[in-house]
């Protein structure tokens, strides 16, 4: 059975930082992409960061500077270190994992920045 398994998540003050963990398990064929995504009250789900399997990263426009996405290839984990935190990125924070063969999410975990 595949889980995805999130932490770090939690409130910090503006201008604060948090690091984020999804661990996967369960998973036969390793992650081509790995990634997480948000989706604060009203909004659309969004990307923040994806990395894939031989290090190339994409950031939305709005962490650039900000954020830095890492993997850990052999424990199927991937980091997302936010520093510099603003209330816009308050949000439920979702991990994602891709292959050709299937795509799974985490359930989500809260960030919460207050101004």
């Known amino acids: 059975q595949v889980q995805l398994v999130e932490s770090g998540g939690g409130l910090v003050q503006t201008g604060g930082s948090l690091r984020l963990s999804c661990a996967a398990s369960?998973?036969?064929?390793?992650?081509?992409?790995m990634g997480w995504y948000r989706q604060a009250p009203g909004n659309q789900r969004e990307l923040v960061a994806t990395i894939t399997n031989s290090g190339g990263t994409n950031y939305a426009d709005s962490v650039k500077g900000r954020f830095a996405i890492s993997r850990d290839n052999a424990k199927n984990t991937v980091y997302l270190e936010m520093n510099s935190l603003k209330p816009e990125d308050t949000a439920v924070y979702y991990c994602?994992?891709?292959?050709?063969?299937?795509?799974?999410w985490g359930q989500g975990i809260q960030v919460t920045v207050s101004s």
């Open positions: 369960g998973i036969t064929f390793s992650p081509i992409i």
């Open positions: 994602n994992v891709w292959h050709v063969r299937y795509n799974y």
